[in-house]
Every structure is written in structure tokens, then in C-alpha cells.
């Protein structure tokens, strides 16, 4: 091993790892929740949704759609002073989260939308005859519903969210992408440079299968 | 009792008024099958979803068993509404559920216990005859156990009015009647008014007593299934009758009996609300000294007895076959003689 990869420093190799893993898990979270109200918002206050609002629609669609138009590196430096102002840094993985959740969360909920899109509406229609609350509705029907494209989407999701990590990386988060860039792309140190692309890829397959997985058990369609 | 005052629906578009449901008055007894039906785009089921208020009316008043739907808040329509069942075209089954979870759902939202949502389902699922199913997901149902689901589903509450749209349109005739005869059932069981919106005369005539005809959204013709089916008078009405009796063509099937029957009187014989007529004729065959022969014939059963027409030839001494004609007349049978020796 050490023949092949001479560079590698394997403890700061497992340091960056985690770090790509917990800005990623962390971020997701965050997207998760978010994106879920982000997406609900937009369902539920369209044109004849459950909420019918044309001012909140219109002002969470424009937020989605700003946010997703922003390139996630210029993303980071627009919401800098934020970053600065919560952590007082920019550096580090912790400060890496707001602009990964800023990044991915409008994305997401774009795919939280178009999963509720798909929730048939006799079925919404039905629970409404069932004399059900709205409450009732949205958590026992749309979310229980449409389960399976949300989780299908958050893989989507999480695989975009592990390449920004490595974008973040390039300014300092930590992670894969910052011991890519850093210690192997500007020393010419190209054999960091492909453990962490070998890793990275790793790390998206794993993603990919675990949800993959967790799709086909809760579809029953 | 349902009634239904000076119902209107409009739905506005940005450059016209469509009159979906056209100030429509109708009563409803409690305990019957009332059937509503009309071709595609007659209103049917914006009238029906009216009931219920899924669609809000523009003007008018739907009252049940005195209580005013109409007038309800929108708190008190919610909680109204876990007493109305209603049963679809396709289902609408939450797919993500089982069977008994579907079944489940409407107690769950009027917040039955527990132990008591348990014990109802299983009374539910055996009543709608799906033992062994609680455990399915909807995909792994065919279309008739899908809506024995729907129906169990919306007994659940125990409702006393059940709103049906279509809700065998999206079956095999076999299936069709299966699920029919259910509905007579729990019809019969638990003493439910239901309202049945379809566009197929023969499900009217096979568990509806009373129907309305419905076109433009409007009610063009009402009344008990029996006098609707022997006495359409619009255009439409008949049309839908023929869709069960068949084509009118009485004329040339008389003359043709004439010319092939060689003896005996042949006979018409109009069954209207008569619920013995398998067993009349043996007993004519059997009671006078007459041949019976059944040239043709076209009878429905109806929830009101028997709806048709028969064709016979009876053959004997005059004087037999004019008492056992009489003897016909005495039941509720008319008797036509069309031709004679
Ligand atoms: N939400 C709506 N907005 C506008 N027009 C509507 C709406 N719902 C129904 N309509 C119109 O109202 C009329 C009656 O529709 P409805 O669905 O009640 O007919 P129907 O008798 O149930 O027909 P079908 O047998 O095809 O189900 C139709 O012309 C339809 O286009
Ligand atoms: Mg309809």
C-alpha cells in the first residue's frame, strides 16, 4: 500500500473521511427538514392546494428557484458574513453546513413537491369525505404517500450534497475534497489525489445502495 | 331523509359559467337505494359530491335527517362527514396501507381507541367477506376486493348515508354484481340510505328502488325503478331502458308468431311488480288442461319484483284456455291475446 500511494498520511486520510461523512450526514439532515417545508409549502399553497396562498407560493417558489439558479461556489461566498457571523469562521466542517443546506435544501425541495404532485388526488380527495384534518392529511397521506420518492429523492439529494462537500473543501471545510485539493492536487501529489476520488466514489455507491434499499421495502405500489 | 332544495352548482372559468348542477330539488327516504343516473358530463358526480360539500354549492340546500349540511361551519362539516360514507370509481385506497389499516384509517381520524379500531376492522373485513386479506397491500387486491375495501372503509363509522360515484364502473360484470349484491346487503343490515350515481341502467334495476334521470343537470325524470322502466318518457330515460330490455321491436316479433304458430293462442303476458312468475305458468300447466310453450320473453328482477314481458303459446279447449286466461288476470299479470284459432 504504501508502494502505490507514497504520500498518504493514512490518519488524516481517516480524519477527512469523517469529515466528508459528517458534513454530508449533517447537511442532509438539515436539507431533509427544510426541503420537506420548502416542498409542502409550495404544494400545499398552490392554486387550489389544501392552503391555497398566492403570496406564500409565490415567495417560497422564488426562494427555490434563486437558490437552485445560484452555482453552489458562489453560493458559499455570497453567504460568508452569515457564516462568519454564526461560527466566526469559515473554515472547518461545522461552517461548511449552512451553505450545504442553502445549496441542496432548495433542491430537495423541489423533489418533495413533485413527489406530493404524484400522491393521487382521489385518495386526498377520499380522506377529505373521511372528514380527516388537514394535519391528518398531510402527514398520513401526503408524506405516508408519497415515502418512497421522498427517500428516492433524498439519495438523489445526498449524492449531489457529497460533491459540494468536495467543492466546500476547496475553501477550507475539511473533508475528501480539501485533502484532494490541498495535500495532493497542489503538491502534485496525484496518488491523494485518487484515494480520495476511489473514496468518494465509495461513499456515493454506499449512499446510493442504502437508499435504494429503503425505497423497494416501503413501496407497496 | 335527504332533501335536496334548489341545489345549484356553477363552475366559473376565465371566459365562461358552466352550469354543472341545475337548481335541483329531490327527496331521499331513509333506507332506500336511490340511483341517480345520466350520460357522461349529465352532472352526476358533481351533484353527488354536493352532498358531501367536497364540491361547495353556489346556491341552494342539502338537508339530512334534518340537519343542515348546508349550513354547517366548516368545523362541524369535518366532523359531520365522518358519517357519510363514501365509495369511488377507482377505490382511492391509501396504497401504502394494508387492508386493515385502510380499514382502520376513517376510525383513526374520528379517534376511536385502539382495542376498539381493532375489534371494528375485523367485524368490517368480515362483513365485506375479505378474511384472510388484512394483511394485503392494495396492489396485491383485484379490482372487486379493492372496493369491497372502499365500502368497508366507509361503513366504518357507522354512517347512516353512503354516497356511491360509479363505484362499479371499473368492473367486470361479474365482479359487478358481487359487489352489488353487498351494497343490497348492508342496504338490508344496517337499514343505510344509499345514493348511487351511475351511468349503467342495470345496475338501477338491479338494486335501486327509486331513480332519477339525470341530464344538463337537471332531473328529467324520476320515480319508483318499476314505473321508470315501464313508463320512460324522455328520450333519454328510454334510451337508458333499452340499454336492459332491449329495442322496442314488439311489431315484428308479433307478426312473426303469427305466421309460425300454427294452433292455439299466442299470448303476452306483461309482468309489472310480479315476483311469482317462474312458478305461474307451471301452475296454469298444471291447474288446466293447457300446453304452455314460451315463444320469447325478456324479464329483469328488480328490487321490486319482476319487470317484462313473455311471450306464450297455449294451446287446449277454448273453454280451458279462457279460464286459465282469467286465472292470469287475477294475479298482477296483464294478459294480451294477439292472435287466436
Ligand atoms: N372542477 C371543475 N371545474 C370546471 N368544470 C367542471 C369541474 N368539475 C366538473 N366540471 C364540469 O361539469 C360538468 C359535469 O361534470 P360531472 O363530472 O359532474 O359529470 P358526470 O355526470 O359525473 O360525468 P361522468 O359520467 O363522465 O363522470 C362537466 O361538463 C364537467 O366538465
Ligand atoms: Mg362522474
Partial sequence: MTNLFPNIDWADLVVATGETLYMTLAALLGTLILGVILGLLIYLSQPGGLWENKWVHLVTAAFVNIFRAVPFIILIFLILPITIFLFGTFRGPTAALPALILGSAPFYGRLVEIALKEVDGGVIEAAKAMGAKTRTIIFKVLLRESLPALVSGLTVTAIALIGYTAVAGAIGAGGLGDYAYYYGFTRRDMDIVYICTILIVVIVFIFQAIGDAVTRKIDKR | ?341
Fill in chain 2, 1 to 341: 331523509m335527504i332533501v335536496i332544495d334548489q341545489l345549484s352548482k356553477i363552475f366559473k372559468t376565465a371566459s365562461s359559467e358552466l352550469v354543472a348542477v341545475d337548481q335541483l330539488s329531490l327527496s331521499i327516504e331513509k333506507g332506500e337505494i336511490f340511483g341517480v343516473i345520466g350520460y357522461s358530463g349529465a352532472g352526476k358526480s358533481t351533484f353527488i359530491r354536493l352532498i358531501n360539500r367536497l364540491e361547495e354549492p353556489t346556491s341552494g340546500r342539502v338537508e339530512i335527517e334534518g340537519e343542515l349540511i348546508t349550513g354547517l361551519s366548516k368545523n362541524a362539516l369535518r366532523v359531520k362527514r365522518q358519517n357519510i360514507g363514501m365509495i369511488f370509481q377507482h377505490f382511492n385506497l391509501l396504497w401504502s396501507r394494508t387492508v386493515s389499516e385502510n380499514i382502520a384509517f376513517p376510525l383513526e381520524i374520528a379517534g376511536v381507541s385502539k382495542e376498539e379500531i381493532e375489534k371494528r376492522v375485523q367485524e368490517l373485513v368480515d362483513l365485506v367477506g375479505l378474511s384472510g386479506k388484512e394483511t394485503s397491500y392494495p396492489s396485491q387486491l383485484s379490482g372487486g376486493q379493492k372496493q369491497r375495501v372502499g365500502i368497508a372503509r366507509a361503513l366504518a363509522n357507522r354512517p347512516k348515508v353512503l354516497l356511491c360515484d360509479e363505484a362499479t364502473s371499473a368492473l367486470d360484470p361479474e365482479t359487478t354484481d358481487s359487489i352489488l349484491a353487498l351494497l343490497v346487503d348492508i342496504n338490508k343490515q344496517l337499514g343505510l340510505t344509499i345514493i348511487l350515481i351511475t351511468h349503467e341502467m342495470h345496475v338501477i334495476q338491479k338494486i335501486c328502488h327509486n331513480v332519477a334521470v339525470m341530464e344538463a343537470g337537471r332531473i328529467v325524470e324520476q320515480g319508483s325503478v318499476l314505473d321508470v322502466f315501464s313508463h320512460p318518457k324522455k328520450n333519454v330515460t328510454k334510451k337508458f331502458v333499452e340499454q336492459v330490455m332491449g329495442k322496442p321491436d314488439d311489431e315484428v316479433a308479433e307478426d312473426s308468431f303469427i305466421a309460425t304458430v300454427a294452433e292455439g293462442h299466442v299470448l303476452k303476458l306483461q309482468f309489472i311488480k310480479e315476483n311469482t312468475n317462474q312458478a305461474l305458468i307451471s301452475e296454469v300447466a298444471k291447474k288446466f288442461k293447457v300446453d304452455v310453450n314460451i315463444l320469447q320473453g325478456n324479464i329483469k328482477r328488480t328490487q321490486e319484483g319482476a319487470y317484462g314481458s313473455l311471450y306464450v303459446q297455449m294451446v287446449g279447449e277454448e273453454v280451458t284456455v279462457q279460464e286459465a286466461i282469467q286465472y292470469i288476470e287475477q294475479t298482477s299479470v296483464e294478459v294480451e291475446v294477439i292472435t287466436h284459432d
